[in-house]
């Protein structure tokens, strides 16, 4: 197959797009430098839909070798692709979402106005948004567990880039080191849950001898359980890292910092959904062992429930969005660990149309407050331009309210994000997560509460950030005067409107044409399609149309003033409290793992290593040591034995001659007597002795 | 006709004279005068030898002697000159500047 062997051109283009951007990116201009990030990223999408279409007619899919890459003893792997329907589901997402945010991006880094300090920034971006795009294609394209953890480590190192991409300042605008904080949290975070899937992948060898997935997969049933045990549950580890699932979700939050593009590319579409692929790809692994996929789903319904009820008491518009993709994440990994991979995979890719819809909407209303902002500041006061913005979050929903009216298409798109990710009929997310409660209802009945409690409160919180932001009135002087985003913004918005109105075409219960696809790669068994379930679609429905009804009693009835409190506060009092400060589990981790580990490190340093290292081994045992050796070679050997040597030497060679000179007398007479008595005692000698 | 043992004594006493005189004279022309002595006691061996074995020899010796002892009063007398006129004395104890 022709098409099959174009397949390293998914990467190829955007490492292309990069290099040029990352060397010529400064001298053409935003204009040229984003060109070519978008086209290098189209590229990728071209290529992935010519994949498509290829495996339309060969659903077997290949595997594109490449290159040798590792050969030693009996590990070998080759960087070689596989194109199959699961490789190929996530490619078009990563690249159809990515290419749509990469042309917003284009426009959203042109017009954020707010750190505009550094030159090169916009090509900088776009340098690591197609490096981002490389990286995820090898973790999706990979045939190998090595070659995807190639993949995971390089989205990981480009979302540590993008998030601290703003790396001089606070998540608030003002200077400092904040987002650099969040960039660090999120690669320190990350690096406890490769961990476990670099066990997993060592494990992996150990057991099944090589790391190719189509010699480990098919052999599973082989190896004994506990081994499968290990490895399925050292790749949840990983799981909960990169998909930021209970307990290493603490990341997501933070890294909001970064710009919105990235937010919604990075942390909402595509990376986060790493977790999901591995488990999904893994899935025969999974399939061996139910304990494991026990514990798999039901971090994932804990995690739904609970990052739901922190999305209900945020502010920042931001937030609520990460909380909401940590929560549908949740969802996803739920129905991965019960055995609904397709279900999964479906709502991985809805969840990639809405949440990228929202997160973009999102920024195009943070733009349309900090554009609105910016023109009153320097209208109202042109000499401190140069001098930046007197404070104002334009994240921050309790300044919002309103703007429904001056951003109208932005309001509208929002709102399909909204309904499609609240689970309303018929946008995408609706048959998504109707899919996997459907699931949970039959698998297990504690998870499906989990999941449907959460659904409720995504409902509700959707229906509080609409209120919030665009109902009611302006609650500051920068929502009156928004103007609507310009068109390459909003276009890429209009796209995501659309593939969010129709996405749930992929998999239409009854007709079910996604899990025909993914049963190619994930066979017959693993693939069954799920029942549509009209009992559990009206309880989540009518659950949703509720939770609207009290948003709006909440909200929507006696609209938010300004400088009021939440009034949900005033009802749940204290749980509203926790909610709105995460449950603590920040605090939490600081407490149980941060200062510890800080107590521990500054002990090592203080009393390990300075105290003890320093002042006592080096700076008295060494020293002491060194000092006492040199003394002993100085005095005794070096004085004593050597130089004895040397004075004795000379001292007997001058007693010597003062000795001999004895017999120079300096009396030629006394030579004479001598040599006179040789004589005779020569001649006696030779006379008497013959 | 005297006896050979006779000029042997007669050699021996001149030869311990002129040793003698070597060995506790302080002026050096007289010990260079015991030297010749010395020296001719040997001769009057040699001749008396010579004489005795009838070989001819001994006398030749006896001749080249007397020629290296003539060079040799030469030099010797021409250094004591120079001695003498550096140091105004002939008093071979005085000359042990070159002890250390």
Not at chain 1, 143 to 172: H, K
Request: proline share 4%.
């Amino acid at each position: 197959m022709d098409a099959f062997n174009l397949v390293p051109w998914i990467i190829l283009f955007p490492v292309i797009g990069l290099v040029l951007n990352a060397a010529i990116g400064r001298r053409i201009g935003e204009r040229g430098s984003a060109l070519i990030a978008i086209a290098a990223s189209a590229g990728s999408l071209v290529i992935s839909v010519m994949q498509y279409l290829a495996l339309s007619a060969h659903p077997e899919g290949a595997v594109v070798y490449l290159a040798d890459w590792i050969g030693i003893g009996a590990l070998n792997v080759p960087w070689a692709f596989r194109v199959d329907t699961l490789s190929v589901t996530m490619m078009l997402v990563v690249s159809g979402v990515g290419t749509l945010i990469h042309i917003y991006a284009a426009g959203y880094m042109h017009f954020d106005v707010r750190y505009k300090e550094d030159p090169g920034s916009y090509a900088r971006f776009f340098v690591y948004l197609n490096l981002f795009i490389a990286a995820m294609m090898i973790l999706v394209s990979g045939d190998s567990y090595l070659t995807l953890f190639v993949g995971w480590e390089g989205v990981g190192l480009c979302s540590y880039l993008l998030i601290g991409f703003w790396y001089q300042r606070n998540p608030d605008g003002n200077k400092g080191i904040m987002n650099s904080l969040a960039a660090k949290k999120a690669m320190l975070v990350n690096r406890i849950g490769d961990f476990g899937l670099l066990l997993a992948v060592f494990m992996i060898f150990w057991a099944f001898g090589s790391l190719n997935f189509d010699e480990v997969l098919p052999h599973a049933e082989t190896v004994a359980p506990w081994v499968i045990m290990f490895i399925t549950l050292a790749m949840l580890l990983g799981v909960t890292g990169k998909s930021a699932q209970l307990p290493l979700y603490v990341w997501l939050p933070d890294a909001m910092a970064g710009p919105t593009p990235v937010s919604a590319l990075i942390h909402a579409a595509t990376m986060v959904t790493a977790g999901v692929y591995l488990v999904a790809r893994s899935a025969p692994l999974f399939a061996a062992v139910p304990a494991a996929q026990t514990t798999v789903a039901f971090v994932g319904a804990l995690t739904a429930f609970f990052a739901a009820t922190i999305a209900v008491g945020q502010y920042d518009i931001k937030k609520v969005l990460a909380y909401s993709t940590i929560s549908q994440l949740g969802f996803m990994v739920a129905a991965v660990g019960m055995g609904a991979f397709v279900a999964g995979m479906f709502h991985l890719v809805t969840h990639a149309f809405f949440k990228a819809l929202l997160f973009l909407g999102s920024g195009s209303v943070i733009l349309a407050l900090e554009r609105a902002h910016h023109v009153q500041e320097t209208l109202s006061n042109p000499k401190h331009k140069k001098k930046g913005h007197t404070h104002f979050d334009p994240q921050d929903m309790r300044v919002m309210g309103g703007l429904r009216k001056p951003i109208r298409l932005t309001f509208w798109v929002y709102t399909i994000g909204a309904l499609g990710l609240a689970g309303i009929p018929p946008l995408a997310g609706f048959f998504s997560k109707d899919e996997i409660l459907a699931d949970a209802w039959i698998e297990n009945p504690l998870v499906f509460l989990l999941l449907i409690a959460a659904a409720f409160l995504t409902a509700f919180y959707v229906g509080r950030q609409l209120l919030l932001v665009f109902f009611g009135s302006p609650r500051s002087q920068p929502a009156d005067k928004a103007v609507e985003s310009p068109a390459i913004i909003t276009i890429p918005l209009i796209a995501l409107a659309a593939l969010v109105v129709i996405g749930g075409l992929i998999n239409l219960p009854g007709w079910h044409p996604f899990t025909n696809w993914l049963a190619h790669t994930l066979g017959e068994e693993l693939a069954e399609p799920t029942e549509f379930n009209f009992f559990v679609a009206l309880l989540a429905t009518v659950f949703a149309l509720i939770a609207f009804y009290l948003a709006w009693i909440f909200y929507g009835r006696t609209p938010l003033a300004e400088k009021q409190v939440d009034p949900l506060k005033q009802r749940l009092g204290r749980v509203f409290t926790g909610m709105e400060n995460k449950w603590w589990v920040d605090e939490f981790y600081a407490w149980l793992i941060v200062r510890p580990y800080k107590r521990f490190a500054g002990f090592l340093a203080d009393t390990i290593d300075w105290k003890f290292l320093h002042d006592w081994v080096h700076d008295s045992a060494v020293v002491n040591t060194f000092r006492w050796f040199a003394r002993f070679l100085a005095n005794p050997v070096d004085l004593g034995v050597i130089d004895g040597i040397a004075n004795g030497l000379a001292k007997s060679a001058t007693g010597l001659a003062r000795g001999l000179s004895f017999f120079q007398t300096g009396f030629v007479r006394n030579y004479a007597l001598v040599t006179f008595l040789g004589v005779v005692i020569m001649l006696g000698y030779l006379v008497f002795s013959s | 006709m005297v006896p050979v043992s006779y000029y042997f004594a007669l050699s021996a006493i001149l030869f311990a004279l002129g040793a003698l005189g070597v060995l506790i004279r302080r002026n050096a022309i007289i010990i260079f005068m015991s030297v010749e002595l010395m020296l001719n006691a040997a001769n009057l061996l040699f001749v008396a030898f010579a004489r005795m074995y009838e070989a001819l020899q001994g006398q030749i010796y006896v001749f080249f002697v007397i020629a290296v002892a003539a060079a040799e009063v030469a030099v010797g007398l021409a250094i004591i000159v120079a001695i003498f006129r550096t140091k105004k004395s002939i008093d071979i104890d005085e000359m042990s500047s070159l002890k250390g």
